[in-house]
């Protein structure tokens, strides 16, 4: 795919949708980490039911170490390994206090090294809590980047490293929000809906129809 073409690609996903927001519903940095660590595996509707009651009780570093596993698992039990989910975020609570004042870093080492925490986690904090142009590889982004041919990989890593270098950087800080969402709700897995596309006509995938 060559530079023109993605470049139309991200302007029109950007006329659709200037500024696109994640779909998860939290207000601060630490909410946001919880959010998106709960979101691994389960839907963003799934995640927003469970931390409205969650975040209620606790929203704190602090506060989730005040509960402990035990006491944060009936909160967060409707959502898929709900068990592992629960020990790492104590664990990374408990992390934060120690070793950052009860603050989210803003650096990626730095989130990587929390328990339960990954690259996709982290580029996501940067972006969505910090503004960083990260951007984060769901199954969304993955799928839509080969399929379209805008920035093709055999794994997340390789997909994020082609996007990084082939998005135009006026596009970075919202390139991710807008892959996942056309992926989400246009190119989906099974039977994408390229006669709502607004890309069709950009779009390399030799199956669309």
Not at 54 to 68: E, K, M, S, Y
Not at 139 to 150: E, G, I, K, Q, Y
Request: aromatic letters at 8%; a positive charge; charged letters at 25%.
């Amino acid at each position: 795919m060559n530079p023109a073409k993605r470049r139309a690609i991200f302007e029109r996903l950007r006329a659709a949708d200037p500024e696109p927001r994640p779909e998860l519903e939290f207000d601060t940095p630490f909410e946001l980490l919880v959010a998106v660590v709960l979101s691994a595996q389960a839907t963003d509707k799934g995640v927003n039911k469970a931390t409205a009651k969650l975040f209620r009780v606790a929203n704190t570093p602090q506060a989730f170490v005040g509960l402990g596993v035990d006491g944060l698992i009936p909160y967060v039990s409707s959502i898929g390994l709900y068990n592992t989910k629960a020990k790492n975020l104590v664990a990374l609570s408990q992390a934060l206090i120690d070793g950052h004042g009860g603050q989210v870093p803003r650096e990626r080492d730095a989130l990587e090294r929390l328990p339960g925490v990954g690259r996709k986690t982290a580029n996501v904090v940067l972006n969505v809590a910090f503004g960083e142009p990260t951007i984060a590889v769901d199954t969304h982004v993955f799928r839509v980047a080969n399929r379209t041919r805008l920035a093709p990989g055999k794994d997340p890593l390789a997909v994020e490293r082609a996007l990084v270098k082939f998005t135009p950087e006026e596009f970075r800080l919202h390139a991710h929000h807008w892959l996942i969402l056309h992926g989400r709700y246009t190119c989906v897995a099974r039977k994408p809906k390229c006669g709502q596309c607004i890309i069709f006509d950009l779009c390399e995938w030799p199956d669309k129809g």
